[in-house]
């Protein structure tokens, strides 16, 4: 079984900043693209930012330059370094990954979700 494992999360103060961790584990023959969503209350799930396994990034409009997406592949593990957090930033983050595993033979690729972090920025 596969298992993605988000940490970091927490409460912080406007325009502080916070780490988000997730990694991922079980049978992983290899790891496509991996990215961060969110959803505040009452709002639809949106793309925080991914990267691919060759390095290249891409960001919400509203996250950028604010946030940075980096990953390490050797540990499966995926990061969102967040600073100038703002009260709207406030949100569920979750991970994703787009994973490759053998089944019956076959290499298949499956989309996970880790189960979210939680992340509050008030004062």
């Known amino acids: 079984q596969v298992q993605l494992v988000e940490s970091g999360g927490g409460l912080v103060q406007p325009g502080g900043s916070l780490r988000l961790s997730c990694a991922a584990s079980g049978s992983i023959f290899g790891i496509n693209v991996m990215g961060w969503y969110r959803q505040a209350p009452g709002k639809e799930r949106e793309l925080v930012a991914a990267?691919?396994?060759?390095?290249?990034?891409n960001y919400a409009d509203s996250m950028e330059g604010r946030f940075t997406i980096s990953r390490a592949s050797a540990k499966n593990t995926v990061y969102l370094q967040m600073n100038s957090l703002k009260p709207e930033d406030t949100a569920v983050y979750y991970c994703?990954?787009?994973?490759?595993?053998?089944?019956?033979?076959?290499?298949?690729?499956?989309?996970?979700w880790g189960q979210g972090t939680q992340v509050t920025v008030s004062s």
């Open positions: 990267i691919t396994s060759g390095g290249s990034s």
């Open positions: 994703n990954a787009a994973i490759e595993v053998i089944r019956d033979g076959f290499k298949k690729r499956y989309d996970y």
